[in-house]
């Protein structure tokens, strides 16, 4: 890093797509807040492939602009954190909705050692939202929801899990390797610096309603709802895969419990197709938990989460040699009982059998094989998904 990198404590990011309406207004708020409070810093505009005047507007206003040919909104950001040159950085939209001049309240808890700053626009974090600011759906029913989830899955200590107004290190940043270039960017962030345990701080701000009139606001609301519950979904493989698969594990064991010895059950006695259904369950609940393994490992190993001690010590009680035992037991007592259930047919002369006798046999017998035989490859397969741990 050149030394005029190191000399610059700021730099606020900009992302930019046709924004001529209010972006000359923004980064005039933002040189001012700069200027006015002694930050030395500057304003980058990364502009997305702009064509109504934007780039002259930035470019006139002493903007650096940087230009970044992949669109979406995350890489818009990502592009102009790159080439930024302050050790702190502050994104922010480009449509007026955020007041650049708060931008000081931000440095200020960078300063005193925090990784990340989130604004919080909503009252429920001390935020304020002006009439017309934010659409209804929004406000009550999307954000209050996306924002309960991320705190519910991920322990975020924020209240407005999409504010885009933000601020944080370099050294963070780089930390998280963040990926996203759409909408999911920003939530990203929160979700990895939350599993990063990075010094996550929040601060009300105040959101204004959108500047712009020659387009309407880039965010779709059921698309870009969907992109970020998907995004929390495939980065919490125990809400995704173990917690569903551990229920339909443990109600399978509660069907064989009650169906092997054929006990009744508010009148009704349960039999053979109760433990199908009860094989059932426990089948795809253990696939479930086999995927909430694979995909921890493979996160893991790819930097997409950190380390997990919870992680490390499954592999250290269960190994691939123990797995390969436990899967080959279980494989051999299948068949054995399914061998049992051939004899009886055997001894039958190979004719009828009574049905609700033998598929107490067989049906314990194909399900603790196939149990059997999943945890055989599983063990492999994870094990080759760990290779890169080593």
């Known amino acids: 890093m050149s030394h005029e990198a190191e000399a610059l404590e700021l730099t606020v990011v900009m992302p930019c797509l046709n924004e001529a309406d209010t972006l000359g207004t923004c980064i005039q708020k933002a040189q001012e807040a700069m200027r006015d409070h002694g930050v030395d810093g500057e304003v980058v505009v990364a502009d997305n492939g702009s064509s109504d005047g934007s780039v002259e507007i930035a470019e006139r206003l002493g903007a650096r602009v940087v230009h970044v040919s992949e669109r979406g909104y995350g890489a818009a950001l990502m592009g102009g954190i790159a080439a930024a040159r302050g050790r702190f950085i502050l994104m922010g939209d480009a449509d007026d909705s955020y007041d650049f001049l708060e931008i000081p309240r931000f440095v200020d808890r960078l300063r005193e050692g925090a990784d990340l700053v989130q604004g919080c626009r909503r009252p429920a974090g001390g935020g304020t939202i002006r009439p017309g600011a934010m659409p209804f759906l929004h406000r009550w029913i999307g954000n209050p929801a996306l924002t309960w989830m991320v705190r519910g899955m991920f322990r975020t200590p924020i209240h407005d899990a999409y504010c885009g107004m933000r601020a944080f290190t370099r050294e963070s940043y780089e930390r998280l390797g963040l990926r996203c270039t759409g909408m999911e960017f920003a939530t990203e962030m929160i979700v990895k610096a939350s599993l990063y345990g990075e010094r996550v701080v929040e601060i009300p701000i105040t959101l204004h309603p959108d500047g712009r009139v020659s387009h309407a606001p880039h965010l779709r609301t059921f698309r870009d709802g969907w992109r970020t519950v998907r995004f929390f979904l495939m980065y919490s493989p125990r809400w995704l895969f173990l917690l569903p698969g551990t229920v339909l594990v443990l109600l399978g064991l509660v069907g064989y419990a009650l169906a092997l010895p054929g006990a009744q059950l508010f009148g009704v006695r349960l039999g053979a197709h109760t433990l199908l259904v009860a094989s059932l369950a426990l089948l795809v609940g253990y696939q479930s938990i086999l995927f909430a393994v694979f995909s921890k ?6 930097g997409l989460m950190p380390e997990d001690p919870r992680l ?36 039958a002369g190979f004719g009828d059998l009574d049905y609700a006798v033998t598929m107490r046999w067989v049906v314990p017998g194909v399900t603790l094989a196939a149990l059997g035989f999943q945890t055989l490859l599983s063990s492999f397969f994870v094990s080759i998904l760990g290779m890169g741990r080593r």
Request: negative net charge; glycine residues 12%.
């Open 312 to 347: 490390n010590r499954f592999f250290e009680i269960l190994n691939l040699e123990r797995g390969l035992t436990l899967g080959a037991v279980a494989f051999v007592l299948g068949l054995s009982l399914i061998g049992v259930a051939a004899g009886q047919w055997r001894d």
């Open 297 to 302: 490992t493979f996160a893991v190993v790819e």
